[in-house]
């Protein structure tokens, strides 16, 4: 039992010995798992369903044998639990399943588990463990209370849900407006670009676009760090938490065809395409043959302007128009390079 502060003083500290008791459940076979309507719990949860039940009414049980050794479940009516869990059965009256479900995993059991190769918990380590204990009445209004906050956080999730979606969607539009010229110049009809706009190709307004030798390099615990789309953030930075590294050597030698620089984009062509990323950092490192690294020529554009594009809608469209759908969905640098691009009008444009 944890330190407690300003306790009411009609708790009671008891230990769980003197308030529940507990036995093992039912060993059951594992083809035995495979049909039947009632759930059969294990030290995990519910890890199949069984043709026969074991207990009648809802049980609280304690996983006994796993990693998660010591989580609690309440089971449904008519279930089965196997001899990876403990039944509890209450020998108090003030007694509210829920309460003690909540209570003994917030007291997290399983710190109590001995550490063999499979952590396993026993009954008599879980009757000497003490507890806090408030009347039932108490315990009712504690359940009560937490499911009605966790209930407003689950409403508070699903509304931030939405937002986010709402935002995503919001963000495509503006960047579809942006690039349409809509922003600048609201006169402008659908599938036009404004006047001293034209349309030319990413590859004509970038000075170099290409991957890195496709080699596998040796990886190495310290040296250069060798990222790929795995270190991309959802935020769409480069995490080097987890990169891993390799030799100055293959550093230089992979690096010989194009090497990426500060104001470049990385540009996934496997997998997560599209999940772009811009160099506004300075720092060596390699980025693996399965993104290009598309080098924007500053005396024609800036490189926040093409990275912004390379987010919008309409390269999502040249996106599927070039990507090849092999095992994993592919596209090439010749196909990135004839991706369409809006170049805007050098002539200074008010917002409307």
């Known amino acids: 039992m944890s330190k407690n502060y300003n306790i009411p003083k009609h708790w009671q500290v008891k230990k769980l010995g003197e308030v529940l008791k507990v036995s093992s459940g039912k060993g059951l076979k594992i083809n035995l798992l495979r049909g039947g309507n009632y759930p059969v719990y294990g030290g ?8 026969e039940y074991l207990i009648e009414n809802p049980k609280l049980i304690i996983g006994r044998v796993g990693a998660k050794c010591g989580v609690t479940y309440i089971t449904k009516p008519k279930s089965w639990v196997t001899d990876n869990a403990l039944i509890v059965e209450p020998i108090i009256s003030d007694f509210d399943l829920k309460f003690f479900q909540l209570k003994l995993g917030y007291e997290n059991l399983n710190k109590l588990s001995v550490s ?7 009954g008599s380590k879980i009757y000497e463990y003490k507890i806090l204990l408030p009347p039932l009445p108490e315990q009712q209004a504690i359940v009560s209370k937490i499911e009605e906050l966790l209930s407003d956080l689950d409403n508070s999730n699903r509304q931030l849900q939405i937002a986010q979606s709402q ?21 402008v009809k659908e599938g036009e670009l404004p006047k001293g706009w034209e349309w030319m190709t990413l590859g004509d307004v970038c000075t170099k676009i290409g991957d890195i030798d496709h080699k596998m390099p040796k990886q190495l ?26 030799s100055e050597e293959d550093y230089l030698n992979l690096s010989r065809k194009i090497k990426h620089e500060k104001g470049d984009i990385i540009f996934p062509r496997y997998g ?23 080098k924007p020529n500053h005396n024609l554009v800036l490189s926040k302007y093409v990275y912004l594009f390379t987010l919008s809608p309409k390269i999502t469209e040249e996106i599927r128009k070039y990507t090849v759908e ?23 444009t008010s917002y409307c």
């Open 167 to 187: 935002l995503k969607i919001y963000r495509q539009s503006l960047l579809k407006w942006a690039f349409e010229g809509k922003l600048t110049n609201k006169d």
């Open 326 to 348: 092999t095992t994993q969905a592919n596209v090439g640098i010749a196909s990135i390079k004839s991706f369409v691009f809006p170049l805007p009008s050098k002539e200074p």
């Open 44 to 51: 995990n949860g519910i890890n199949g369903y069984h043709s």
């Open 116 to 122: 063999t190769a499979q952590p396993v918990i026993s």
């Open 272 to 294: 997560t395409i599209g999940k772009n990323v811009l160099v506004d950092f300075n720092k060596e490192f390699l980025v693996y043959y399965s993104c290009a690294v598309v």
């Open 221 to 246: 615990e310290s040296g250069y760090p060798y990222v790929s789309t795995k270190d991309f953030t959802d935020n769409l930075k480069i995490s080097f938490d987890h990169a891993k590294y390799i």
